[in-house]
């Protein structure tokens, strides 16, 4: 693209002999403007076939359904664990002979060795060929070492994005469709106790208070 922008001035030099610094100067400066333009409109559609967007406004339960949903329309045999006793595996896969243990991580924040661990000890029980953490987020330096050490699969944010795009091109329907059909789950305020359900805001999903307007506490979906 610059190389093109490039021989264009000189052309336009040669023909209209104007100020040929100044001129290839600004055409350089237009050239790497538009790239920039055209780089992040392609980022751009990149995050919207996958549905990054809708990912992030669910919470856990819908999470592991989507990823459930994502894989099983790509072949695997999908079993989604029981959310008490899962033994540290959310999702069991099973495809080619080969049986995977997964813990979905829809967090706001970076995933911690943790996960890791239970990871490490659901693979003991189930008897897995390969643990896998798919997170919506980065992962800590020591959830990474212990990963590293353990073999553990560790699919942050980045490559979640570049995972769904492999496996389907359209997938932000199967996102968008997750949102609508599966409930978030509730959860209990920190603050009194009570029920708080996934409400919709201005700024995105949050969990709000049941017992609002006397208690206002509030709480980010993945926090």
Known sequence: MILFCVLFSLIMVVYHQVYWPLFLFVTIVGCIGFTRVLIKQKLQLRLKKSGIEDILQMDGFQFEHYLA???????YAVKVTSARGDFGADLLLSKDGKKIAVQAKRYIKPVGIKAVQ???????YYK??????VATNSFTKSAKVLAHASEVKLIDKENLISMILKMNPE???VASNTLKKIKPKDIRCKKCGGVMSVKKGKYGNFYGCS?????THTQKVGS
């Open 69 to 75: 949903t994502l894989f099983r329309d790509n072949g």
């Open 171 to 173: 997938a932000n329907e």
């Open 211 to 215: 017992h609002y307007p006397r208690c």
């Open 128 to 133: 897995t060929n390969e643990s896998w953490v």
């Open 118 to 124: 239970e990871v490490i000890a659901a693979a003991t």
